[in-house]
């Protein structure tokens, strides 16, 4: 079976303490694929959190062992890698990459059912499975006034040092700075379960990405959003021409690359938009390129791979890679990488059958645009209604440093682009 | 006139007397109460250190017997019980007065008392010159110890001995009867048999040392029948008459032969009671429990704020290490420091011969938590020391948690146990692996290579013991 380099098993790893087996809930990849490192393999639930499994190491996969629904134990082989470069250390689950950026703070496990070791009236010390703490960490950490049970441990074993719970103390620290402005969830919720059954299912990584990213952005950002419409009659018959083309095979042009090289445009016109405000520096960042993202919706979550330098690349070119990132990104298979960097966002809904809605900005981008289903609607055109198809388009904007003016020209010039694409083709 | 001290420890023992040693040196004005001359309590003048002082010559007699087995003949051993006396009560003289001279040079000041709280700021002090003096404090410790638990059916008599007499070694009777075979009464019958007793432990339970893993037992077990008369578990004592010749005792249990026997001494030795009871604890808001423990949390503080309590007062395991840390906790406490009695084991050791020593978890306390630990053992048999010591009956055991590796406890029996089972007590609170004492080098050739290759036995590979592959 040694072919090329050498075949390295990924083993399920230690995933915290008690955990001895857990079920797998996704396998993400397939015998030949090729793996990056760090790549996200499987995806285990237990029965506290959900965690992804990364590739030690890069190579193909030659043998997986596992299926959905397997409960597997720790230490059990998932898959074989041929040609593997080193690294039979399999990273714990807390090395697992998270999808979306900005990363959420690493998935650790928390223990919740660590024994808690505290004296009852009747003293008797705890026996067996005290906190793996020596002596001197447990000190400091009651020093410092926190739970030495609460302090996720990164040494063997789960040990916890005196700089983990230093580490944990500093982010306690810095949660409690950013959570004032992050976290909705300050008030206790209510117990559901009195008015109706209820089911709880963990979070996944990519919501609870989503979940802070979305949360910091609104709390940053004064947004305001404007609405517009495009008649896009003449783009729409322009683009089923394009399509039906022979050589149009498997590289249709479609709305949303369309979309991506006109506000590429607009950007250009108004680099404003693809600024960010760098308060704390006084400043703001201008940027030279224009990298577009594209809210995809994935089975996971939300994922936002970005196309780089839009500005510069045909309405082909920008739809076949962005349908190849779209297909990655419902396949897991997307790089951290791939998704960051943006310069401006689209959030596409018309596919499924929205008009107008506010999208939250994409920080620390300073404009969205959504886009709904476009309708055929009855418009007074040259003394009568016709029927022309209307595309509903939003613009939220960061106040801060976009005005009202500013949103209105932007909004209205990607919306006469629309209608006349050809003024636009023609630049190119 | 009313003195007064802003802490106030009560007892002298080896938690009192490091509670007052710690409290003086971080600077608190500190005052000790205690009826001794010196500071030393039930450890020093009644416990741990004369027995030890017995269980070495007990030792030596026992070794210069086996020194035939290997071409060395001693004559039989001529005793002289006065001096012995004199040797144990020597060891005893300077480690008291050693701590006393520590008082004095600390500036600590010795009231030499028994003391009773008046309330929970006033002590009534009972002078052992006669007088009766009152002491204020801000805050007290209470470390009074522990005394011999008594079996109220047995008679009045001098030929009953508890821990205390039995040190005394009045003299050496033909005939002893230990009741109860806990460590105290495995070391002092372990004394008098060497010393020429003919000794008979009688045990309620179905093994010696209860609490202890059986494994560990055994060794020791299997020795001391050849060194004692006789060993009766899951006996009783039903009654004991005091005739001219001797104690008439009555023994109750299964395949008794001869339930009733004469022996010259009995010694009892049934455990400890916590010394709680005429403290006036009832004038603070101090609780006792059903046992009579105070009850004290992890800063060793009592229901009343004001009032701490360290030791074999507030619990089991009634060990002097332990008060000693207590101590710490009690007096940090006070001087403002966030600290907890929170300690990951407390290590035990019997110094019988073998000496058995255990720390942190038990075969039998996982068994009955659930908890799920693999049992890693390294029979001394395979050891180059042990074998020169002409002792191979040892054993060397880790309680390892399969999952992380981490070693939850250590358990051994052999020579020099007590002294080995430091090591286990410095992995079980740093959280060690496994793999820790594994690639730890412990040196040649020495007892402590059992540590390191009962570690290797975990990982399926030991160098001295072969194990066929399966």
Request: net charge negative; hydrophobic share 40%.
């Amino acid at each position: 079976m040694i072919v090329g380099g050498p075949v390295q098993e990924l083993k399920l790893p230690e995933l915290g303490e008690n955990i001895e087996s857990v079920e797998v809930s996704a396998v993400m990849v397939a015998v030949g694929d090729q793996l990056q490192r760090d790549q996200p393999v499987i995806e285990v639930e237990t029965e506290k959190a959900s965690l992804e499994v990364p590739a030690p190491v890069e190579g193909k996969v030659t043998e997986l062992l596992v299926s959905k629904g397997d409960q597997i134990k720790v230490g059990q082989v998932v898959l074989r890698i041929e040609g593997g470069s080193a690294a039979t250390e399999v990273a714990p689950a807390q090395a697992a990459t998270v999808g979306a950026e900005p990363a959420a703070p690493p998935p650790l496990l928390r223990q919740d059912d660590a024994p808690v070791v505290t004296f009852p009236a009747k003293h008797k010390p705890k026996i067996g499975r005290a906190v793996p703490a020596a002596p001197s960490a447990r000190a400091l950490a009651r020093q410092l006034g926190v739970d030495i049970n609460e302090v996720p441990g990164h040494g063997p074993g789960g040990r916890i040092s005196r700089d983990d719970v230093k580490a944990y103390v500093k982010s306690l620290v810095q949660g409690r700075v950013a959570g004032a402005a992050v976290s909705g969830a300050a008030q206790e919720l209510p117990d559901f379960s009195q008015w109706g059954e209820i089911e709880r299912t963990s979070l996944t990584n990519i919501r609870r990405a989503t979940a802070a990213h979305m949360s910091s952005a609104w709390n940053t950002v004064p947004h305001v959003t404007q609405f517009d419409r495009a008649d896009i009659t003449q783009l729409e018959s322009m683009r089923k021409r394009f399509n039906k083309r022979p050589e149009a095979a498997g590289r249709k042009m479609t709305v949303t690359a369309v979309l991506i090289k006109l506000v590429a445009s607009a950007l250009k016109q108004f680099p404003k938009f693809n600024s960010s405000l760098d308060l704390a520096g006084d400043a703001v960042v201008h940027k030279k390129y224009v990298h577009i993202g594209v809210a995809v919706d994935t089975p996971r979550g939300l994922l936002v791979p970005v196309v780089r330098d839009a500005d510069v690349k045909n309405v082909e070119q920008i739809a076949s890679e962005l349908n190849e990132m779209a297909g990655r990104a419902r396949d897991r298979k997307l790089k951290p990488d791939e998704m960051r960097g943006g310069t401006f966002t689209i959030s596409n809904l018309g596919g499924l059958g929205t008009t107008y809605f506010s999208p939250i900005v994409n920080w620390p981008e300073v404009a969205i645009l959504g886009v709904g289903r476009a309708e055929q609607t009855a418009i007074w055109v040259d003394d009568r209604f016709q029927p022309r198809l209307i595309l509903p388009l939003s613009l939220s904007y960061d106040h801060r440093l976009v005005d009202g003016a500013d949103a209105a020209r932007f909004l209205r010039w990607t919306a006469e682009a629309l209608e006349q694409p050809k003024l636009l083709l023609l630049k190119d | 006139m009313a003195e007064s001290t802003k802490l106030v420890v009560i007892g002298a023992g080896p938690g009192g007397y490091a509670a007052a040693f710690l409290a003086a040196d971080l600077g608190l004005e500190v005052v000790v109460v205690d009826p001794e001359e010196n500071p030393g309590g039930v450890c020093l003048y009644r416990g741990c250190i004369p027995s030890k002082a017995l269980l070495h010559v007990a030792k030596l007699i026992d070794e210069a017997g086996h020194a035939a087995d290997w071409g060395v003949e001693f004559g039989a051993p001529r005793i002289d019980l006065d001096r012995l006396r004199g040797f144990k009560d020597r060891v005893v003289a300077k480690l008291t007065g050693g701590l006393g001279q520590l008082t004095k040079q600390r500036k600590i000041r010795h009231i030499r008392g028994t003391a009773r709280f008046i309330d929970a700021n006033r002590l009534e002090i009972d002078l052992v010159e006669g007088a009766t003096d009152t002491l204020d404090f801000e805050h007290a410790i209470v470390a009074t110890g522990s005394h011999p638990s008594r079996i109220p059916t047995f008679p009045e008599s001098d030929r009953i001995l508890d821990s205390t007499s039995g040190l005394d070694l009045e003299d050496v009777p033909a005939k002893l009867l230990v009741v109860g075979g806990g460590y105290i009464g495995l070391e002092l019958g372990s004394v008098y048999a060497a010393l020429g007793s003919k000794v008979t432990v009688v045990e309620m339970t179905p093994g010696l040392l209860p609490g202890a893993d059986k494994d560990l037992v055994r060794p020791l077990h299997k020795r001391l029948e050849g060194r004692l008369d006789e060993i009766l578990l899951s006996t009783k004592v039903v009654a004991i008459e005091e005739q001219e010749k001797g104690l008439k005792v009555t023994l109750e249990g299964e395949d008794i032969e001869q339930p009733e026997r004469v022996f010259d001494r009995v010694l009892v030795s049934v455990g400890r009671r916590p010394n709680s009871a005429g403290l006036g604890l009832e004038n603070t808001a101090a609780a006792i429990d059903e046992q009579g423990f105070i009850e004290v949390d992890a800063q060793c503080r009592t229901a009343d704020p004001r009032v701490f309590a360290i030791g074999d007062v507030v619990g089991q395991p009634m060990l002097a290490h332990k008060a000693s840390h207590e101590a710490r906790v009690a007096v940090e406490t006070v001087a403002g420091h966030k600290v907890a009695f929170e300690p990951a084991c407390i290590p035990a050791v019997v110094f019988t011969d073998p000496e058995v020593a255990w720390c942190g978890l038990t075969e039998s306390e996982a068994r009955e938590a659930g908890i799920k630990v693999q049992v890693a053992r390294f029979p001394w048999a395979a050891s180059g020391r042990a074998m020169t010591l002409d002792r191979d009956e040892g054993l060397t055991k880790l309680l390892i948690d399969p999952e992380t590796e981490r070693i939850l406890g250590v358990g051994l029996v052999g020579p020099g146990a007590g002294e080995l089972i430091a090591e286990g007590v410095l992995a079980v609170e740093m959280a060690a692996l496994a793999s820790d004492l594994k690639l730890s080098i412990h040196p040649h050739p020495t007892l402590s290579e059992t540590m390191m290759e009962a570690a290797e036995v975990f990982f399926g590979q030991s160098t001295h013991v072969y194990r066929p592959k399966r």
